[in-house]
């Protein structure tokens, strides 16, 4: 007799990286996967192979999908709170997040000259992949500057480096995540 499982079913690139990613010991046979692309795949947004380069806060370019957001918050922990809650609801859903909220909430002090001073920021997700909160203060697109300040998480299914030579503006194709290669882990990170 088969047993039934309550985590989502995913089919595509979803499935493919979930699959690549389960852990050998892992009891339940959970991948580890980051809040943004948990949030994508609950969403039933397609994934994206093409994004944008754009400059971050620590003055190298990456790619990022077109879109890409933010939600703001207006305290620490109010910012810390809400990703907490949102990583819990993934969680009892069957996803296994790699990101802590520590991780993911920052001052918007790191990025002077963005659009969204004095207030706290959450990670970056996919365009369409917002959650409905009552804490969320509003939503940004993330801008030049506005991503990788230093000492800050890089959320590298999100945001890969672009290639030598690129400009900003230019479109390119995303290799981490939902990216076409797939060569970078989806849900790993490289800490600042």
Not at 52 to 72: F, S
Not at 76 to 103: F, H, N, S, Y
Not at 112 to 135: D, I, Q, V
Request: hydrophobic letters at 40%; proline letters at 7%.
């Amino acid at each position: 007799m088969a047993s039934r499982s309550s985590s989502l079913a995913l089919s595509g690139i979803a499935a493919t990286k979930r699959a690549a990613l389960r852990r050998p010991a892992a009891a339940r046979g959970v991948a580890v996967v980051s809040i943004a692309g948990a949030v994508l795949a609950l969403s039933g947004c397609a994934p994206t192979d093409e994004g944008i380069v754009l400059e971050g806060a620590d003055g190298e370019k990456y790619v990022v999908p077109e879109n890409a957001e933010r939600p703001m918050y207006d305290s620490k922990e109010a910012c810390i709170a809400d990703v907490t809650e949102q990583i819990a609801v993934l969680e009892r859903q069957g996803e296994d997040i790699v990101d802590t909220p520590e991780d993911l909430c920052e001052p918007s002090s790191r990025y002077p000259g963005a659009h969204y001073a004095g207030l706290w920021l959450g990670p970056l997700l996919f365009a369409g992949s917002r959650w409905n909160s009552p804490n969320v203060s509003g939503w940004a697109t993330v801008p030049n500057g506005g991503f990788a300040a230093p000492g800050s998480k890089l959320q590298s299914d999100v945001v890969t480096p672009a290639a030598a030579g690129a400009k900003t503006g230019d479109r390119a194709p995303l290799k981490a995540g939902f990216g076409s290669s797939g060569k970078s882990g989806f849900g790993s990170s490289a800490g600042g």
